[in-house]
């Protein structure tokens, strides 16, 4: 069961360490509270004149003995005792995987860094919108966009190391997955010179999830058993299109819009076949998500009005979810039909 209290005006008494209550302090401060902190037991060391008494104490997990009497009586007399969590430890970076740009795709473990983050840097394809709801944390836009890039990689690499130098904890917060075309390894790398620690929470990949929200399985037994993922962002080759031609299976091609017209010329004077079913699933699981399929020789002009953010989906997986997509039809048109006898 969750409760939310209006905390305007009320004055919180917030117990613990100032390192393990950093974080408690600035949520019950962003909830419009009056904070107090009382940083040991017994007392010695707190933050400004102390509530005679206080509408809430939050207690702090600090890993410190002696709290738990002075929490007894407060308890007795009345004053209410939350559990706080310990602050995240400061100093370090956490490159977290966003998913495809839904909060709903967050992992448990992704939505705990960013609620124990100090800072946040995020990407533009990241699901920063509800950030706010998520995490008390400072909130900075990095994110590049098409022939637009206000912080280079370079610079977003200088702002985390700085940053968890200073003492912060610090979030990468990135879409899809870091290590999958989110340069990753190289903000780790960076981390790892300066002498800061870093760990890495992997996200739910775009080049599964968007085909899934559109209904195409990326693999499907006696159609696809192996798929390739390849970023869209510049041209391939002659000898990587021969090669992804002559692999068979799933080709899933992110961020591909602006490539589209090179890789389907390429892929068939590779050999593959004109009539290749091929989708370009536009947003996915954000507004306006579209699905476009064609075939291989007409998805240039099928997708002439298409943009990224975008993954493409070449391969009869492609059939496999049209199919489906028919068959759900027509069970929904069946089950229309039933209501409509029935009442009549």
Not at 278 to 292: D, I, K, N
Not at 301 to 322: K, Q, S, Y
Request: proline share 6%.
């Amino acid at each position: 069961m969750q409760l939310s209290i209006d905390l305007t005006g009320r004055e919180i008494l917030v117990t613990g360490s100032d390192t393990a209550t950093r974080q408690a302090v600035r949520r019950y401060e962003a909830a419009g509270a009056i904070v107090s902190r009382l940083s040991t037991p017994h007392g010695a060391s707190h933050d400004g004149p102390l509530p005679e008494r206080p509408f809430l104490v939050a207690a702090v997990d600090d890993g410190q003995p002696g709290w738990e009497a002075l929490l007894e009586r407060c308890r007795a007399t009345g004053i209410p005792v939350a559990a706080e969590p310990a602050a995240g430890p400061a100093g370090q970076v956490t490159l977290v995987g966003g998913g495809p740009g839904t909060t709903e795709l967050l992992t448990v473990a992704a939505i705990k860094a960013l609620r124990d983050a100090d800072v946040i840097f995020y990407d533009r394809l990241a699901p920063y919108q509800e950030l706010p709801s998520l995490s008390t944390a400072e909130l900075v836009d990095v994110g590049k966009r098409p022939g637009h890039h206000p912080v280079s990689q370079s610079g977003i690499e200088e702002l985390m190391v700085n940053a968890a130098l200073a003492g912060r904890n610090v979030v990468r917060l990135k879409g899809g997955d870091p290590y999958v075309f989110g340069r990753g390894g190289e903000e780790v790398a960076a981390c790892v010179k300066a002498g800061v620690p870093v760990r890495v929470i992997s996200g739910v990949t775009s080049a599964i999830s968007v085909p899934a929200a559109a209904g195409i399985p990326v693999t499907h037994r006696e159609v696809s058993h192996m798929f390739t993922v390849v970023s869209g962002h510049a041209p391939l080759t002659e000898k990587e299109h021969t090669h992804l031609a002559g692999l068979g299976g799933t080709i899933v091609v992110l961020m591909g819009i602006g490539t589209l017209h090179q890789l389907a010329a390429g892929l068939r004077r590779a050999g593959m076949r004109a009539d290749m079913p091929m989708a370009v699933v536009e947003r996915g699981y954000r507004p306006g998500q579209r699905t476009t399929i064609a075939e291989l020789g007409t998805i240039t002009t099928a997708a002439a009005d298409c943009t990224n953010p975008a993954v493409l989906v070449i391969g009869d997986v492609v059939r496999v979810a049209e199919a489906n997509r028919g068959s759900a039809e027509a069970a929904a048109d069946l089950d229309r039909l039933a209501a409509s006898l029935m009442g009549a």
